[in-house]
């Protein structure tokens, strides 16, 4: 069969009923007169995947991911359509689903990966692939309920991980763990791409998808709204992101920040530049009565809220006097490092010790990075590859 | 059907580490651990030997203790296999909505740690009647078919109300105080004699009691009454009363089943 995953049609419908009535007393009372708001999770939804292919699902929260998740994983069902599924699945959706605290470490391996479907041998074979995974070498004989979370999630991730699937569904767990452990799973993940297995993830960390995913699938409302490359797909949520993202603005506004332009090398406004690229944010001002020794700042951060960079004239080493009337101050980067990707800038002016915020723009302007080169990670190193052999 | 019960062998280990889950956790944090699966009878049965031999006189039922542990045992199977199915699923709530598996392993497991639970009660029981010589029917060899036909309808019961429950918590309420009415109205501590005596015209409405039947068969082929009990009115097999429980205990069990199934796919919304 081609398709490891078939969703045909689906639509799933909650039922919010006014009241949680749970006690026989109130079923008789309220017998007849409970209403309820039918609520479509899902409407109408047509995924066929591959066998071999890794599935990205994006979407902002409550657009029905999970829900869809679970319609695959036969946690829930359909209220339409029907879903045909090929092949055993190990689904991911929360880590450790089912531990028991009392129980060891050891003992969970095995309850754990029989819950998902695996027998005793398959697990005697991978046993101690699965410790080494979590790094638990020691602690594996001691009870669960004594271990941190992040070894409880390590050791969830690493029994479904290593069990053997056909299929592999993910849910937003690479969150989890340190940055180490995450890079270990998506490796794990890259591994098992190349054994041919389907892999179906869901996340939040969109730019993720872009690395290890070959079609992204963008849901909202329960629709699919976008679906295809993940570059594409990943840049039109980024896009639709952008224009419910909420910028904060707070200061006592002595002195007013009218405007944050980015503008080009030749002086223009522009939205999008290239690494490499030289950009000015230029941060207009007014301050109707003077207002004596500002420090005006901004800072780039990306969809994360990791900032990229960020400085002010007092880390500069400025001293502004008294300012009145309106002016600006342009702030000149010669070569943009960041590669491709959504950035947003934040501008501010307050007094020398920060005491006093004038006025704070929060994410006040985006602008997209694209880059010629296909490295990955959040900055461009120029780098160049020497080759030795031991002969030389 | 069959597709479930496909998936269910499938999982066939998942029902096995859940059943031993049960009893690894019930005795996890204690020192004795499993040993208070064996305390349990010899301290119910030192109680009630003295009780019932100093305290109240019972004289047409000899070794009175033996027979309350023959009824009792089997009851206590049925009982506690039933009240901690019955919160079974609904007290998994990160397993059933977080993961898939054939739900009836929950109620399941419930059912066969107690069974396993049984076994061990029932061999300290034995050990005990072979100390004191007992006089052991030949109707013992029937014992793996009363096994059966209880679990059955331990099953189909515990499938029921363990999804029932998910839809409606009064079940588990309801259970608790169900069991405690179902013991006095099961010939556990008085004689079946007693019942047929004084309500003779009753007799087939009380046998309509699956869990009576089967009790009274407990008691036939282990308490051996033709020896120990010849005018204790406890030697009561009924033709009608235990093709009807054969019939009703299979019937549960479907019918039991066929409930969970059907009301199962709404389980990760109700919890």
Redesign the interface.
Known sequence: MPYTVQIQNVSKM?KLYHENV???KE?ILFFGRRGYEEFWALEDINIDVEQGETLGIIGANGSGKSTLL?CI?????PTRGRILTNGS?A?L??LG??F?P??TGR?NV??NA????F??KEVDRKFDEIVSFAELERFIDNHVRNYSSGMYVRLGFAVAINVDPDILIIDEVLAVGDEAFQRKCIERIEQIQLEGKTIIFVTHNVDLTREICDRVVMLDNGRIVREGEPRDVVNFYHKAMESVSSSGERGNRQVVITSVDLLNERGEPAKEFQTGQFMTVKVSYEAQAPVSDPVFGFSIEDYRGFTAYGTNTRLKGLDLGTIEGSGAVEFRLSSLPMLEGKYFVSAAVHSRDESVIYHWLDKHVSFDMYSGVSDIGLLYIPCEIALSNGAS | MIERIKDLIAHRELLWNMTFKELRVKYKRSVLGFIWSFMNPIIMLAVFSIVFAILISRGNIGWFSVYLMSGLLPWLFFVNSTTQAVVSVVTNPGLVKKVYFPREVLPMASVFANMIHFFLQMLVFFAFLLIIRWHFSPYLVLLPAVLLLETLFTLGVALFVSAANVYLRDVQHFVEVAMMAWFWITPIVYPVGLVAQRFRSFMPLYLANPMANIVLSWQYIIYNPHKYAPKGGVAYISFWGLLGTSISAVLFFFLGYYFFHRTERGFAEQI
């Open positions: 909650y749970k006690s026989l079923k679970k994983t036969k946690i829930l069902y699945i689904a959706l929360e689903a089912g028991q009392d129980l003992e095995y309850l029989s819950i998902l479907g027998s005793k």
